[in-house]
């Protein structure tokens, strides 16, 4: 895999805060990555600084194969950026301003208007941008970031204020978009949209990495319990089914259901117990630690004494 990103032991200091601190890691074509953190943990930064829009304090930053910061980097008509917040001149309307975004990049015009269908604003493109609520605002940013079919794409927060169905549509574009080679980095809260389409997730502490890999690395290492949810019938409101281990975790939800912490380890001993003949289990699910829950693990983990 080709990498487009290279992040080497960064730091970046504003006075005595360290927004980031010895930060290093890779990104690679076609990669789609989640960068997490709470505000403050250093996620903008990095962005900014992958952008050449403001310099590290030590450590070196390649992409595209060159310093983004330098004056003659030939890799910025090849990122894309939404920022969180975005602005645009109020008097002009949405075909004004792609077309000026498009002219910047040196990048055909009537592709970029396009682009407006992809994101819903075709039957508003023409109205001024002083009457646009902010979720249409975030979806011309959309449009605006995905001109020229960038290489290195770099979006922080891009879903705010998009309704269900648009969420989707961005998430099918920026899919397709690393499908045929792009490097998508995305920042968000919604940990729940991320987690069954971010290939990796870089979760940031306070400025400093402190995971990285795929869900399933991140549970491999995190070791968190799986839940084991069955539906169990014959049973008393408070009553455990006798084929519950002793040394498990049990809850009662409902009356109706039994759920059990399983150890990664112990998952297909409990079900096979579970499921066993003669014993009355309806239906089952099997509920991995989400991404949420791996978050707060390896935040308080990072928090811990060393």
Known sequence: MTKTVRICDVTKDYGSVKAVRGASFELGEGELVALIGHNGAGKTTLMKLMLGLIRPSSGSIEVLGDNPAAGEFAGRRQLGYLPENVSFEAALTARETQAFYARLKREPVA???????????????RRRIGTYSKGMRQRLGLAQALIGRPRVLLLDEPTTGLDPELRQTFYDVIARLASEGA??????????????????????????????????????????????????SGLAPHEMPAWAPADAICRRLNGHFVEIDAAPERKIELLHRATALGNSVEDVDVIPPTLDELYAHFLRQSEQPS
């Open 111 to 125: 592709k970029a208007l396009d682009l407006l269908d992809a994101v819903g604003l075709g039957s508003a493109s």
């Open 183 to 232: 490097t998508v980095l995305l920042s968000s809260h919604a940990l729940t949209e991320l987690e069954e389409r971010a290939g990796r997730v870089i979760i940031m502490n306070r400025g400093v990495k402190v995971a990285d890999g795929s869900i399933e690395e991140l549970r491999r290492l995190a070791r968190l319990p799986t839940r084991i949810r069955l539906k169990v």
